[in-house]
């Protein structure tokens, strides 16, 4: 405990300047605290995939800081047309159109194929299984009706703050969302965002 | 792309065959017809109208290559499942903790003065925010968000974060860097691994102690542009605390640690931004952790207890230069002060290209004006994305234009700062204040308490001044290199 001084003792010139310093130093934190805190949010953020900018480049799979990804597949039943020949679940030179591995295009296997009634068949995402290479969601964007599409997956995300997938788009796709609604679920996306979806060019056949 | 192309033919090829075969064909009027019973097939249907009466350019042919089946069995579609994010639901419990470990270590530090109860709380903190929260949002990250929201309006600090930006500065503030010592788990990481540490050579602690500055200035540039979080990015331990992550990091946080078996926590030391703005608060703590808890009788116990190198020595007796010629070189330095500024500004501009291309727009707008000179290259990944996007090219090369401006400006600023701070060092260095006592460097010390139990005083105090305590060990091997006994030690010299 330090020595009890009397009131009446001089402040050193040294000191002085270390008080002022001290107050500046409190000043400046007060200042900085108070202007982030006037535009701070309530609500924490967590990172998302837009997937109307997304263009299934495969960095999902690779680039995540967990493996594997914390990106996983997700299937929209209300945009997809259920067909038997689903570009996202067969290979493109298919033998037949069985579960066979052989056919499928899904490197792990993780698509699971349900028949519902003739012609139409159910598919699912096995998540566990999935990497999130985007290889479905690219084929039944470019063929298919685009239910396929990659989400971050927010019961595996450890939601870094500098997220090293993000870091790596190369469409920008990646956007903070408040955590209260984490998911930009493409089915209840706004209809003018839905109806702005632009294929990649090579979608179009050539002439 | 050849493969794409490949795959298109094929594709293409599958669904000619597939309607030729019958199975699709025919089949679009009745789903069409039964989805228009559905909302979102009404208003797809109703924007489809809309394009066609030319309100909308883009065709919506494209969206429903397969119309949604009318199915007949009464199946129902499946909900996509969205799991909420439970690294997020706690996050006020992460606040709580927060507070509640500073404040105790705080008490340990100052009122306490017990290195093993910092020692447990650092265990604590490191299996708590390291491996069970994995490190995000840490504080030192925590800089580059506030930066962000300050600089970029459409960005908001979520609050629980500025939290934990602002408290242990604030603590600093009062009670030093008590963060360090119990709280950070990065340096909770580093201070678990302190086996051999050794004293640097002065000259070298100046020169690698301005790292920090650089570091912090170079993040606040990078998140304020909206270029990136490289503290997190660079971050050597974050691969542990996941138990996952890319090679190249695990190998740094591997080489961190080991260098740490030697040099003391190197990171906090010699890298963390954040250490710089604690040390301005805890420079001026109102409260600190002292060796001593009385008075210090100069009895050299504690000199070597610090692995930091942060106790300082009284100078009372040491002969002391001639006053003329201290001022004369303190005279040399302020005249040198304005060109080291300089010289860092430019260096700043200098490097503020470089820096830029770490920036998306930069870096895609630098690629596509390259590649537009040499129309062979192939283009690379991010030019191809952006020309799908069909966002306008001036709209990308103002962006990067301003991108490019704003970093020219914050170079100039941050190696200016930078020389100012290397100038001040040099000032700090060679003014020479008088000092009766041993104290600790309230600016970098850590608040770790190693140095507490070296003081004999307490031990003198409450009667337990005999063998297997710390201070007498120390005390008799001080007193068998001098010839005299460790009592005599204990009491110390006249400073």
Same mark, same amino acid.
């Given at each position: 405990m330090p020595a009890p001084t009397s009131k009446t003792t001089t402040l050193t010139r040294f000191d002085f300047i270390r008080q002022g310093l001290g107050r500046v130093a409190a000043f400046g934190l007060g200042v900085v605290g108070g202007l982030a805190a006037f535009a701070a949010r309530k609500n924490n953020t967590i990172w998302q995939i837009d997937p109307m900018k997304c263009?299934?480049? %495969?960095h999902c799979a690779t680039a995540c800081v967990l493996t594997p990804s914390a990106v996983k597949c997700v299937q929209s039943y209300p945009i997809? %047309?259920? /067909?038997?020949?689903c570009f996202g679940y067969f290979q493109p030179n298919a033998p037949e159109l069985t579960s066979a591995a052989e056919n499928q295009l899904c490197p792990t296997g993780a698509i699971e194929r349900k028949f519902v009634e003739d012609p139409y068949w159910e598919y699912n995402i096995t998540e566990a299984t999935c990497? %999130? /290479?985007a290889k479905c969601v690219k084929a039944c964007e470019m063929f298919g009706n685009a239910s396929f599409y990659l989400q971050v997956r927010h019961d595996r995300c450890v939601n870094c703050n500098d997220c090293s997938i993000a870091r790596q788009c190369p469409s920008d796709a990646w956007v903070r969302l408040p955590a209260s609604d984490p998911y930009l679920l493409k089915h209840k996306l706004h209809p003018k965002t839905q109806l702005n979806l632009e294929l990649p060019p090579w979608n179009t056949p050539k002439s | 792309m050849e493969h794409a192309e490949k795959l298109g033919r094929v594709l293409h090829a599958g669904i000619w065959r597939e309607r030729s075969a019958g199975i699709l064909a025919g089949e679009f009027w009745r789903r069409l017809a039964a989805r228009s019973r559905r909302p979102l097939f009404r208003w797809l249907l109703l924007a489809f109208a809309m394009g066609v009466l030319g309100l909308v350019s883009n065709a919506s042919a494209d969206e429903m290559r397969f119309p949604a089946p009318a199915f007949t069995s009464g199946y129902r579609l499946p909900d996509t499942t969205v799991p909420e994010p439970t690294s997020q639901a706690k996050q006020w419990i992460d606040v709580v903790v927060l507070v509640a470990v500073l404040s105790l270590a705080s008490w340990l530090a100052i009122q306490k003065r017990t290195r093993k109860g910092i020692f447990a709380l650092m265990v604590f903190s490191l299996l708590y925010f390291g491996f069970y929260k994995r490190g995000c949002v840490c504080p030192i990250g925590s800089i580059q968000n506030v930066t962000l929201s300050l600089f970029n309006s459409s960005y908001a600090v979520p609050i629980t974060v500025l939290i934990f930006f602002v408290t242990p500065l604030a603590f600093a503030l009062f009670f030093g860097r008590v963060f360090c010592s119990s709280v950070c788990a990065l340096g909770a990481i580093q201070d678990l691994v302190i086996l051999k540490p050794i004293t640097l050579p002065r000259k070298l602690t100046i020169g690698l102690s301005m790292i920090p500055y650089a570091y912090l200035g170079v993040a606040i540039l990078f998140a304020a542009t909206n270029t990136g979080f490289v503290i997190c990015r660079y971050d050597p331990f974050i691969g542990f605390f996941r138990l996952d992550g890319n090679a190249p990091y695990l190998y740094l946080g591997a080489g961190f640690l080991l260098a740490g078996v030697f040099i003391a926590r190197p990171y906090c030391r010699f890298f963390c931004p954040y250490g710089v703005l604690l040390g301005f608060m805890s420079r001026f703590a109102r409260w600190h952790l002292t060796i001593t808890p009385t008075e210090c009788v100069n009895c050299r116990l504690c000199e070597k207890s610090c692995p930091f190198d942060y106790v300082e020595k009284p100078n009372l007796g040491l002969a002391r230069e001639h006053r003329a010629v201290g001022v004369q070189r303190l005279g040399y330095l302020f005249c040198l002060l304005p060109g080291l500024i300089l010289l860092g500004g430019w260096v700043g501009h200098r490097l503020s290209i470089p820096m830029s291309r770490y920036n998306h727009s930069v870096m895609v707008a630098e690629n596509l004006l390259v590649e537009k000179a040499n129309p062979d290259l192939k283009p690379s990944l991010e030019t191809t994305t952006f020309r799908t996007q069909g966002t306008p090219e001036a709209k990308l090369m103002a962006e990067a234009q301003l991108v490019r401006s704003r970093m020219n400006v914050g170079g100039w600023l941050l190696g200016g700062l930078l020389g100012l701070v290397f100038g001040a060092k040099l000032v700090g260095v060679s003014v020479a204040r008088t000092q009766k006592d041993y104290e600790v460097d309230k600016a970098h010390c850590f608040s770790c308490a190693r140095c507490c139990p070296y003081c004999p005083s307490d031990a003198i105090h409450k009667g337990?001044?005999?063998?297997?305590?710390p201070a007498y060990e120390a005390a008799l091997a001080l007193a068998k290199q001098e010839g005299t006994t460790p009592e005599a030690i204990a009491k110390g010299k006249p400073a």
């Open positions: 263009t299934q480049c %495969g997809c %047309g259920y /067909c038997r020949l990497i %999130g /290479c | 337990n001044f005999v063998p297997g305590n």
